[in-house]
């Protein structure tokens, strides 16, 4: 009998153990974080840095806490996919423009519309950004404080020695289609002895092309091949057939080294690669050379956007009144974007802002250039209505299976587009593809 009643002691304290554990697990999972605690996750240390050193310094007396959640992108999407739209989802998020939409057509993001902060200081966001951050039912669910226009990043040294252009204005005039863009390389070419090629990569053609196409991956569940992309495989093959593009692998050792080089005349790269990938590239550790203040901007044959980082709020937050006051603060405050700007040197998405300080820029990289007012003049003819919640996958699909082999001359154009599709289908079964 002593040893039932002690055994039954032993269950009953287990039993309480297991109610006692599982009672915790289920008030963490009901609570998600910290009540007091707005929480952002993020795969980009920009949003740290804005609420530290400017929100937190305007607002000392919050009565709660902001805790940011820096997750590495290639594992940003793996973290977050599994807890959103449950209460373990951080507060706010982050979107990379490669899954913006992805989130965007989620479902789970609240619709900021419903703030008046947020949508009196957007009036003035740049009306490509907003698109992004619209879903197709019509929901403004995420807006973004950077503007990410393309432009074309090239050597003045090079284009006055080897093609005599003396300005921007005169590069600009000498590429501003596609077909002077090639016709041009030639003459590169021709005159530095094959030395110095045009561009580094395909990726120097492959988002101004994505970026201008007049249909998105996938419209109305059909895989859509638009025309921009057919003139994409034929310039990346046309160029790598004659040898006017060194064909580096994108963001590869080589594709930086010749940032620094004296073999590439230019890069295509949107507002950002100019203070992350050619600024911090320049200099050379092997050789000391140094390329900084030898570069300079122009358009390019094309406008069109590449990148940008999006908030949004998620729809089981508890905490969305402070998350819109944050989300309006580093995307619309007008000071704060002013401040933000001339300090980093970002370029934002405030129209208001960038009337405003496009005239004062220099940017002694770009030899004292107005990249600024370079930049503004651009916005206005960018279209991101061709995004979609595929385009990450899509892309990749597309560069891996079409692109990148048939520019090598691997294989034909049919097989290519081919190839394309089989993997496309393999990915998303449910897709139409013809």
Same mark, same amino acid.
């Given at each position: 009998m002593k040893k039932v009643v002690k055994l039954l002691s032993v269950l009953l304290v287990l039993s309480l153990l297991i109610l006692t554990g599982c009672t915790s697990n289920s008030n963490s999972s009901s609570?998600? /974080?910290? %009540?007091? !605690? +707005?929480?952002?996750?993020?795969?980009?240390?920009? &949003?740290?840095?804005?609420? *530290?050193?400017?929100?937190?310094?305007?607002?000392?007396?919050?009565?709660?806490?902001?805790?940011?959640?820096?997750?590495?992108?290639?594992?940003?999407?793996? /973290?977050? %996919?599994? !807890? +959103?739209?449950?209460?373990?989802?951080?507060?706010? &998020?982050?979107?990379?423009? *490669?899954?913006?939409?992805?989130?965007?057509e989620s479902g789970m993001l609240e619709d900021l519309s419903q703030f008046d902060v947020v949508v009196q200081g957007a009036e003035n966001t740049f009306d490509y950004v907003k698109d992004v951050g619209t879903n197709s039912d019509g929901q403004f669910v995420a807006n973004a404080w950077q503007a990410a226009p393309g432009a074309f990043f090239y050597r003045d040294s090079i284009a006055k020695e080897f093609l005599g252009l003396e300005t921007p204005e005169d590069v600009q005039a000498a590429i501003g289609t596609w077909d002077d863009f090639y016709r041009t390389a030639v003459k590169l070419k021709e005159a530095s002895n094959g030395e110095v090629y045009m561009v580094s990569s395909v990726a120097d053609f492959k988002y101004a092309f994505l970026g201008t196409r007049d249909q998105g991956w996938v419209v109305d569940?059909?895989?859509?091949?638009?025309?921009?992309?057919?003139?994409?495989?034929?310039?990346?093959?046309?160029?790598?057939?004659?040898?006017?593009?060194?064909?580096?692998?994108?963001?590869?050792?080589?594709?930086?080294?010749?940032?620094?080089?004296?073999?590439?005349?230019?890069?295509?790269?949107?507002?950002?690669?100019?203070?992350?990938w050619l600024k911090p590239n320049a200099e050379s550790s092997d050789t000391g050379n140094s390329t900084a203040g030898d570069w300079r901007m122009v358009q390019g044959p094309a406008a069109y956007y590449r990148g940008g980082t999006w908030i949004g709020i998620t729809q089981t937050s508890n905490m969305k009144e402070e998350a819109a006051e944050l989300i309006a603060y580093v995307t619309t405050n007008e000071d704060f974007l002013t401040a933000w700007a001339k300090d980093t040197g970002d370029f934002v998405s405030n129209k208001s802002v960038v009337e405003n300080i496009k005239g004062d820029y220099s940017e002694e990289f770009l030899g004292g250039q107005n990249h600024y007012a370079a930049f503004a003049e651009q916005i206005p003819n960018i279209d991101a209505k061709s995004l979609t919640e595929f385009d990450q996958t899509l892309n990749t699909l597309f560069s891996d299976h079409a692109l990148i082999p048939y520019s090598k001359g691997e294989v034909d154009l049919d097989t290519a587009i081919e190839n394309f599709k089989a993997a496309v289908q393999n990915s998303y079964p449910n897709l139409t593809i013809e």
């Amino acid at each position: 009998m002593k040893k039932v009643v002690k055994l039954l002691s032993v269950l009953l304290v287990l039993s309480l153990l297991i109610l006692t554990g599982c009672t915790s697990n289920s008030n963490s999972s009901s609570k998600g /974080k910290d %009540d007091g !605690v +707005l929480e952002i996750w993020t795969f980009t240390n920009e &949003i740290d840095t804005m609420v *530290n050193d400017y929100y937190l310094k305007e607002h000392p007396d919050l009565d709660y806490k902001i805790k940011v959640v820096e997750i590495p992108t290639e594992q940003f999407e793996q /973290k977050l %996919d599994p !807890v +959103l739209g449950t209460k373990e989802a951080p507060d706010v &998020i982050l979107m990379e423009a *490669n899954f913006a939409k992805k989130y965007v057509e989620s479902g789970m993001l609240e619709d900021l519309s419903q703030f008046d902060v947020v949508v009196q200081g957007a009036e003035n966001t740049f009306d490509y950004v907003k698109d992004v951050g619209t879903n197709s039912d019509g929901q403004f669910v995420a807006n973004a404080w950077q503007a990410a226009p393309g432009a074309f990043f090239y050597r003045d040294s090079i284009a006055k020695e080897f093609l005599g252009l003396e300005t921007p204005e005169d590069v600009q005039a000498a590429i501003g289609t596609w077909d002077d863009f090639y016709r041009t390389a030639v003459k590169l070419k021709e005159a530095s002895n094959g030395e110095v090629y045009m561009v580094s990569s395909v990726a120097d053609f492959k988002y101004a092309f994505l970026g201008t196409r007049d249909q998105g991956w996938v419209v109305d569940n059909k895989l859509v091949i638009d025309e921009k992309i057919y003139d994409l495989l034929e310039i990346a093959k046309k160029f790598n057939e004659e040898g006017l593009m060194l064909d580096a692998e994108e963001n590869s050792e080589s594709y930086y080294g010749g940032m620094s080089a004296d073999n590439i005349f230019g890069y295509s790269l949107p507002t950002w690669g100019l203070h992350y990938w050619l600024k911090p590239n320049a200099e050379s550790s092997d050789t000391g050379n140094s390329t900084a203040g030898d570069w300079r901007m122009v358009q390019g044959p094309a406008a069109y956007y590449r990148g940008g980082t999006w908030i949004g709020i998620t729809q089981t937050s508890n905490m969305k009144e402070e998350a819109a006051e944050l989300i309006a603060y580093v995307t619309t405050n007008e000071d704060f974007l002013t401040a933000w700007a001339k300090d980093t040197g970002d370029f934002v998405s405030n129209k208001s802002v960038v009337e405003n300080i496009k005239g004062d820029y220099s940017e002694e990289f770009l030899g004292g250039q107005n990249h600024y007012a370079a930049f503004a003049e651009q916005i206005p003819n960018i279209d991101a209505k061709s995004l979609t919640e595929f385009d990450q996958t899509l892309n990749t699909l597309f560069s891996d299976h079409a692109l990148i082999p048939y520019s090598k001359g691997e294989v034909d154009l049919d097989t290519a587009i081919e190839n394309f599709k089989a993997a496309v289908q393999n990915s998303y079964p449910n897709l139409t593809i013809e």
